[in-house]
């Protein structure tokens, strides 16, 4: 691993790989040349000699080498290995470009390449391939390739979808095409992978998804549990497997595929076990790409800790949670302007009662879904103000929605954050506040900051300073960038460090 962002050198590797340390999983991969295959670092195989070993980046990397994924570890469980950089240009865009590809949601019904990709970012397609090479070692397809084989690597193992229904799924144009590929890379044919025993009808499918430790479970299942809605979610927190379920909906080639998951945190292996009900087999992919952003299960709490721990000692395991649905996330932040989190819980509440619609779950407290868009955007300014929502808040939610459900303002992880906290902020009612905290969760922005935040000022001891919110951002710039980590570790009533000079907030304790 010798390219200028690597964070370790191969014999650190090696001893990751010895100790089956789950803090490097999805950092780095080890191709063993005896054996041809590449493994994570947390495989229960008995740890290979170290002159048979050789360290990658990123899977496309170990494949493009010639090693094939292993089947015990299975590489597509690893957390994604999410970096960023504030200042080198080429860096950025490559990382900008990785994110593009590995966001399904990016890419709606057409099918990326590298010149849709050099369009979306405003540079050439042979400025696209230079600097991806020069940061991942290969080029954009076969980045691309590997997360599509990794994809229906995984949906083989998990799921008795149909080879057709797991070749189109990963975005292969042909089931011809995906058993080539797969025959290619893997030197398998793709019913080989194929698990054994059917699975009863009406229990959906379970897939794991791997994390990196540290994790606090009990803090983000609070703050889930402190804002949930009866009848679309629930917390449990049992002491053996904490878990949450939820009721969703997702719009994918025209058609809406509504249904439930449940999540549980499995601390043993540092994975969240995840059940998916049966109406979303259709839309696993774009599923099991949103709960890895609502849980956030691919930030890299060595690189953040690097950064924070000084100012937030205590908080090393705090993430950032994130939303199934970015325009319920967008929706929810309004109803949370300007007042507490239990009087934003009970508006939300009241417009799931009104506008949700109904869904069949295995769970009485799952009922419902969260309204769509299309139904918020119909909805009267005397319909919402009947729930007890103010005027400018009326105007905020339909424009929202009206603008997703019009396809002309996209709420996830790889849309662009500048450009889309400008939309944003030119809707009626949505200030800076509101626009920095959905770039913060529904967005997957690290370096967001709502600077005006009260609860933020409190935290940071600026509140009777005469500009906080200007106090507040000289503050933050230590934690670039990864300020929507400290903004949570500083919600948390961790901050460590003595009190700063400068902040203030627009929409106080909503969050």
Not at 24 to 42: A, H, L
Not at 93 to 120: F, G, I, M, N, Y
Not at 183 to 196: D, E, K, M, V
């Amino acid at each position: 691993m010798t390219t200028k962002t690597t964070l370790l050198a191969d014999d650190d590797c090696y001893l990751a790989l010895k100790a089956k340390d789950a803090r490097f999983d999805g950092r780095f991969f080890t191709g063993v040349t005896s054996t041809g295959i590449y493994c994570r670092p947390v495989c229960s195989v008995k740890t290979p000699r170290r002159e048979n070993c050789r360290f990658f980046r990123h899977a496309a990397q170990a494949e493009s080498a010639g090693f094939r994924p292993c089947l015990r570890c299975r590489p597509e469980m690893a957390p994604h290995s999410v970096a960023w950089s504030i200042q080198d240009a080429s860096y950025i865009l490559a990382h900008q470009a990785a994110r593009l590809l590995d966001e399904p949601d990016s890419w709606s019904d057409e099918a990326p390449s590298v010149e849709k990709l050099a369009a979306r970012l405003g540079i050439s397609d042979r400025h696209v391939r230079r600097i991806f090479e020069a940061q991942f070692g290969v080029t954009p397809l076969q980045y691309l390739q590997t997360r599509r084989l990794l994809t229906a690597k995984q949906l083989l193992a998990d799921t008795d979808l149909s080879i057709t229904q797991v070749a189109l799924m990963s975005g292969f144009a042909s089931v011809r095409r995906f058993n080539a590929a797969f025959a290619q890379h893997y030197h398998l044919n793709p019913t080989q992978l194929r698990r054994q025993g059917a699975r009863p009808a009406g229990d959906g499918i379970t897939v794991r998804l791997g994390y990196r430790p540290p994790y606090d479970v009990a803090a983000m299942l609070a703050f889930i549990g402190k804002r949930s809605i009866n009848a679309i979610e629930f917390i449990a927190t049992d002491a053996y497997q904490p878990c949450a379920g939820r009721t969703f909906g997702i719009e994918s080639g025209g058609k809406t595929h509504a249904g439930w998951l449940l999540a549980r945190f499995d601390e043993t292996r540092c994975q969240l076990v995840v059940q998916v009900s049966d109406s979303l087999l259709g839309v696993l992919p774009l599923v099991i790409r949103r709960v890895r952003a609502m849980f956030d299960l691919d930030a890299d709490p060595a690189t953040i800790n690097s950064v924070l721990h000084a100012s937030f000692p205590a908080g090393d395991g705090l993430r950032v949670p994130g939303a199934l649905d970015g325009y319920e996330l967008a929706v929810r932040a309004v109803l949370g302007q300007q007042i507490t989190v239990a009087a934003a819980r009970t508006l939300a509440q009241r417009m799931v009662n009104r506008f949700g619609a109904p869904v069949e779950t295995p769970w009485p407290r799952l009922s419902r879904l969260f309204p769509a868009p299309a139904v918020l955007a119909a909805a009267g300014g005397d319909a919402l103000g009947q729930l007890g929502i103010v005027k400018q808040r009326q105007a905020a939610i339909v424009g929202i929605a009206r603008a997703v459900a019009g396809k002309r303002l996209q709420l996830h992880g790889g849309a662009d954050v500048n450009a889309t906290i400008a939309q944003l902020k030119e809707l009626p009612g949505i200030g800076d506040w509101t626009a920095q905290y959905i770039a913060m969760r529904a967005l997957r922005w690290p370096d967001a900051f709502p600077a005006g935040d009260v609860a933020l000022h409190k935290a940071l001891g600026v509140q009777a300073l005469k500009n906080p919110a200007r106090e507040a951002e000289r503050a933050s710039a230590g934690w670039k960038p990864w300020r929507s980590y400290a903004v949570i570790r500083a919600w948390s009533g961790l901050l460590h460090a003595a009190p700063v000079t400068a902040p203030t907030l627009e929409t106080p304790e909503s969050l």
